[in-house]
């Protein structure tokens, strides 16, 4: 299969996994990060289900840069609309109904993250303020916020991690402005739960990536697919202790559309494929061998500026998803068919 028919593949898997077409039939969707990898393939799905499904939807896609969002959704798709608005700054001029919001915009880059902490900030509690209110103004049915399996911080146990598991973060390094701006916008849509009766949900996700990335895209599953492709080894600047669960794209978008009508308001989800569970030293061999065919190797080169690359300490966590397979969902793509299945589209 060809990169295109992967991500048709996906977008079809998600219907057919029991998407609730009927439920989101002529609705109004506001997906913010509509040009980042998770808002990207969340509009190209809904756009997918108006054209193969009927579903008569109107997609407002929040961007800051309407030239990259028409590079990915094409010149003039029917049934979008962009909405461009940065939402560190000004605000947002919404003159649109809107059923459903998707809040999938952050500050996602590492070295962003401690060069710009205070803007990383600002994104994350301001643009969400923003967006809780305009959802409370327009009478918004749901609200979906993209949080992060970073919120734990450092698990207290090896056990498995739920969603009242909360960690430790060191709020005196720089990069814990993600981390903690994650739970602020937890607290924040929480709040606007409790006070204005929002129906609004926390969907944490594990390390996401699939078919649809992006070409910027540089985080690191996409750098060990490109030495993959290029046949060039994989060189960790870090040990690659640190563990943690991943999701495929498809499982994620999935997940997330299916937390609009369902789940309860006020609460978090684990969004995590539990057998997904390595650690980045694993992820890379996983690649060399059973994707490279042992055609590269890892190896281990730790910058002296280690530290200006912004990565996230090294933790041990496993994420318990049975909150979230208990609304009926469950992970379908492995890791390395994720690998697989990434690399395709990456060929195209
Ligand atoms: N992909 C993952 O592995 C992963 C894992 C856990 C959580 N998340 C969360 O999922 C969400 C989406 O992540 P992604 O992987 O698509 O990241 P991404 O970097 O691909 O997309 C982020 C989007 O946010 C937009 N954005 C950033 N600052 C903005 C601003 N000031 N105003 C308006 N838009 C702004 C960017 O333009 C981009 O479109 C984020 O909240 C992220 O924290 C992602």
Redesign the pocket.
């Known amino acids: 299969m060809n990169g295109k028919q992967v991500l048709t593949e996906d977008f079809q898997n998600i219907v057919e996994a029991g998407l609730p077409l009927d439920e989101f039939k002529g609705k109004s969707f506001l997906i913010?990060?509509?040009?980042?990898?998770?808002?990207?393939l969340l509009v190209q799905t809904l756009l997918y289900c108006n054209q193969e499904h009927a579903m008569d939807a109107k997609v407002y896609a929040?961007?800051?840069?309407t030239e990259k969002a028409k590079k990915i959704f094409g010149e003039n798709p029917s049934g979008l609309e962009y909405v461009v608005?940065?939402?560190?700054?000004g605000e947002i001029a919404a003159e649109f109904a809107c059923d459903y919001v998707i809040?999938?915009?952050?500050?996602?880059?590492s070295k962003l993250m401690v060069s710009d902490p205070v803007?990383t900030i600002r994104?994350a509690i301001d643009?969400t303020e923003k967006l809780l209110k305009l959802a409370v103004e327009k009478k918004a049915s749901s609200f979906v916020y993209?949080?992060?399996?970073?919120v734990y911080g450092q698990p207290k146990s090896d056990g498995k991690t739920a969603e009242k598991d909360l960690g430790y973060i060191d709020i005196g390094t720089v990069r814990s402005c993600?981390p903690e701006g994650?739970r602020m916008c937890e607290c924040l849509c929480n709040a606007y739960a409790a006070q204005y009766g929002l129906n609004v949900k926390s969907a944490?996700?594990?390390?996401?990536?699939g078919a649809g990335i992006?070409p910027t895209?540089n985080?690191v599953?996409a750098q060990f697919a490109r030495s993959a492709i290029n046949g060039e080894n994989i060189v960790l600047h870090t040990t690659g202790e640190s563990e943690g669960n991943y999701v495929y794209t498809a499982d994620a978008v999935r997940a997330i559309l299916m937390l609009l009508v369902n789940g309860t308001s006020g609460e978090a989800y684990n969004i995590a494929n539990e057998e997904s569970h390595t650690t980045i030293r694993n992820m890379a061999e996983l690649v060399a061998e059973q994707i490279a065919n042992n055609q590269i190797q890892v190896v281990i080169d730790i910058p002296k500026d280690a530290a200006s690359f912004g990565y996230a300490p090294p933790v041990k966590m496993r994420l318990d998803a049975s909150k979230m397979c208990a609304l009926g969902w469950k992970p379908t793509v492995g890791l390395a068919d994720a690998y697989r299945r990434m690399i395709a589209w990456m060929n195209e």
């Open positions: 913010t990060g509509a040009t980042g990898l998770i808002g990207s929040m961007v800051r840069d608005a940065d939402l560190a700054k809040h999938a915009a952050a500050v996602t880059t803007g994104t643009g993209i949080s992060s399996m970073e993600y994650k944490r996700l594990a390390q996401t990536f992006l895209e985080r599953f």
